[in-house]
């Protein structure tokens, strides 16, 4: 009896647990998702892009370089922590993470041709092409779960 109730407990502690993750990912997503809409009128990159990028770098705003430094999006930079050495820019505020971001994107080559295109596949593969991220691939496919699972490229239309 105490094996049922050893497995029962561990699924119900571990479904739970998805529970939780996802409602992190949903407030976090409500949290941003005004900034990254006008954002995405600003600079023609898509809300999709935007927050797809930053719920993957910021572990959902968990990440200690979100919390520590403002980084939402995994930017190499310069930073005041005494602590810890970190290669990852800080930032006064999210916002300014948010917005360097953009600008970041905005300087790339493929940006005038990709500018104001909602499909956030393209965007994908040309920061991948233009080796926006490390992982590749990887990269490209984890984004591409989260936005998804989280259906935001309805924010897009």
Not at 36 to 45: E, H, I, M, N, R
Not at 90 to 111: G, H, L, M, W
Request: charged content about 20%.
């Amino acid at each position: 009896m105490t094996k049922i109730r050893l497995i029962l407990c561990t699924a119900i502690l571990f479904f739970s647990n998805l529970g939780i993750g996802q409602k992190v990912i949903t407030n976090y997503i409500n949290r941003f998702l005004p900034m990254a809409k006008d954002l995405s009128d600003q600079y023609g990159v898509p809300v999709a892009v935007i927050l797809g990028v930053s719920i993957l770098e910021s572990g959902s705003g968990t990440s200690k370089n979100c919390k520590q430094l403002n980084n939402y999006f995994g930017v190499t930079g310069r930073n005041s922590l005494r602590k810890r050495h970190s290669a990852y820019k800080q930032y006064a505020t999210p916002e300014d993470s948010f917005r360097d971001f953009c600008n970041i994107v905005s300087r790339k080559k493929f940006y005038l041709k990709l500018k104001d295109n909602k499909n956030y596949s393209k965007w994908l593969a040309a920061m991948n092409h233009a080796s926006y991220a490390g992982a590749k691939n990887i990269w490209i496919s984890r984004i591409n779960n989260i936005i998804i699972k989280n259906r935001l490229a309805q924010y897009d239309k």
